[in-house]
């Protein structure tokens, strides 16, 4: 026997049913661009021109931004994950060190963000740089193409411009050095804009570009090769400084910088700025883009890097690895729907707080696979500038575990003592006791930087970044020791928290603020500092 509607019972149904898809289908679109080894503290933003007006001034820039570990493997996987390196594993650049390894694959990689959107109906695509050991047979070749993404366009191994193979959707694809075809920030520019031409408004994406600029070998496309000739390095307050009381790697540098380096510096300086001139193209087609298509209005765009950069900071020539301002705050650009422009925001940002809000921008922001990560999203941040959220974190952790691979690596003084990357002028940028945990201070009352190393000194480094933005003076051994067993029990607390208690405020917030109220005092009354 039929069932028969009444005219009005009918005409409800079809409204909730109606209702309910459009919900669905107005969830908002996300491009996500990651490039590597950004700074901020450069002044990498600068060649930047229009990805800022079209990114960061039409939304939020946030002055804040931090990665959790100075070191592209690490960071990537924090950022896949929105975990902690404690707690997803991947503590270095080697397949040995859990950069997409097998265990990486079968544990953290199946929890990334993507695997998230997809399972919630999200095309979700990715092009460029992954991991770096991504697509090396010991890391189960091209035929991996990691859980979570639809559409794949996986460089193999680490940033290069030319000559690099991908795995498009599992099958290589391998590139020579012609600029109009090859040049690897381009092709990605290409593919996205391919993607988009085949997206409609009713059916969300996630789309993640992901350059190989401005990394090294720094090649510039050729149109920009001659670009920012007259500009140099920038001579930061800590450039060509000796310092004469941080930990062993530091003080073996070579102070001053020799002519080579220098020269090194600034031309590197000058190719990576180059290459950013390629992102920024990227990012207008983009924009551009997805103006064409009807889909701007409804998608989130976020810029960010993998982790900073230094060019002679503390007469290290060139590399990241170090726990300071320049190797840890990288950029961060939002804007989207409900992003209210022109905003500047203070707030601490972390690179495991991607994932958690793309899953909230996704309106997956509830249930186990954000409790289950370290991250916490800040969309709530993005609508308003007056909003304040009177927990956000006040600080966080920072973890690199040094390399020491190269220890043949041109360094004939530094010889068996197991250090990495040697640059010009032989100066090594990493070795195994490179190794260290810092807790990251910033709040009204406190601007602090607290690292111990895993060397056999048991180093430690203290830097009050109010006083010294520059941490020339590590001031470990003349602050107080209350502050210093203060600062030892957070990061004790941090390095072994897992979800909540990465973001727990409700304790350690009690904690900070007697701690902040009794710094203020010793700071500021007796000068200790
Ligand atoms: C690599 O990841 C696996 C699985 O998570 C873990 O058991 C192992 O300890 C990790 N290795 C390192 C060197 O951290
Ligand atoms: C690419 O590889 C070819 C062949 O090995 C080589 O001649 C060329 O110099 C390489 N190009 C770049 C930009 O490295
Ligand atoms: C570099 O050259 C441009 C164009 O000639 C000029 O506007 C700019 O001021 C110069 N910058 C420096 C640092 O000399
Ligand atoms: C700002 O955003 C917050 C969080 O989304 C919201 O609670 C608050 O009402 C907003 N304020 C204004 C003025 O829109
Ligand atoms: C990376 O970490 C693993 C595990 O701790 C270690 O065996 C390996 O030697 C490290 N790689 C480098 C280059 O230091
Ligand atoms: C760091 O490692 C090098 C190489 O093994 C060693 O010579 C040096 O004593 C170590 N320094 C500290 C402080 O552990």
Redesign the pocket.
């Known amino acids: 026997m039929a069932v028969l509607l009444s005219p009005i019972t009918f005409l409800i149904f079809c409204l909730v049913i109606y209702t309910a898809a459009k919900q669905l289908n107005q969830r908002p679109n996300i491009v996500f661009i990651l490039t590597d080894d950004q700074d901020v503290e450069l002044g990498s933003m600068k060649p930047m021109v229009k990805a800022k007006k079209l990114i960061g001034d039409a939304g939020v820039i946030f002055k804040n931004m931090f990665v959790t570990s100075p070191l592209c493997c690490p960071s990537r996987s924090s950022i896949l994950t929105g975990s902690y390196v404690h707690n997803h ?1 991947a ?1 270095n650049n080697s397949i ?3 950069c997409s ?1 097998a ?2 694959q079968a ?2 990689e199946m929890r990334t963000f993507a695997t998230y959107l997809k399972k919630q109906h999200y095309r979700t695509f990715f092009a460029g740089k992954y991991l770096n050991q991504y697509g090396k047979k010991e890391a189960g070749g091209v035929g991996h193409v990691p859980p979570g993404w639809n559409t794949w366009m996986g460089l193999v191994g680490n940033s290069v411009y030319y000559n690099y193979t991908l795995s498009v959707d599992g099958k290589s694809e391998i590139h020579g050095d012609n600029y109009n075809v090859d040049y690897l920030t381009d092709v990605i520019a290409r593919r996205a804009e391919a993607f988009l031409k085949h997206q409609h408004p009713h059916k969300p994406f996630f789309m993640m570009l992901s350059t190989p600029a401005c990394h090294a070998p720094f090649t510039p496309a050729p149109q920009y090769s001659k670009s920012f000739s007259n500009v140099s390095a920038p001579r930061t307050g800590s450039f060509n400084y000796f310092g004469k009381d941080k930990h062993w790697l530091v003080r073996q540098a070579k102070h001053p910088l020799g002519d080579t380096s220098l020269k090194y510096i600034d031309s590197t300086h000058r190719n990576r700025w180059r290459t950013l001139l390629s992102v920024d193209d990227l990012v207008e087609l983009v924009m551009t883009r997805l103006d064409k298509h009807s889909l701007l209005s409804n998608t989130y765009v976020v810029f960010t890097s993998d982790n900073g950069f230094h060019l002679g900071q503390m007469s290290l020539p060139n590399d990241k690895r170090q726990l300071y301002e320049f190797d840890v705050r990288v950029p961060l650009m939002v804007t989207g729907p409900r992003v209210t422009p022109g905003q500047v925001r203070e707030e601490i940002i972390l690179n495991i707080d991607l994932a958690p809000t793309f899953l909230e921008m996704a309106g997956l922001s509830v249930g186990a696979m954000t409790t289950s990560m370290d991250g916490r999203s800040f969309l709530s941040l993005l609508g308003n500038s007056t909003w304040v959220d009177r927990e956000w974190r006040e600080d966080f952790l920072v973890e690199h575990k040094g390399e020491y691979k190269d220890i043949n690596a041109g360094c004939p003084q530094l010889d068996h003592q197991q250090v990495a990357n040697c640059f010009p002028d032989c100066v090594c940028e990493d070795s195994f006791n490179n190794t260290y945990t810092c807790v990251r201070t910033l709040s009204k009352t406190c601007n602090l930087m607290y690292c111990e190393f895993a060397d056999h000194e048991g180093f430690v480094e203290v830097y009050d970044l109010n006083k010294d933005p520059h941490q020339l003076k590590n001031i470990a051994k003349t602050i107080s020791p209350q502050i210093l067993v203060a600062m030892n029990k957070r990061l004790v607390k941090l390095s072994v928290c897992s979800g909540d208690t990465c973001r727990a405020t409700a304790e350690p917030w009690q904690h900070w603020v007697t701690f902040g109220v009794r710094t203020e005092r010793l700071y500021g009354r007796t000068g200790m500092l």
């Open positions: 594993g503590v040995s060190g859990n390894s265990a990486w544990s953290s």
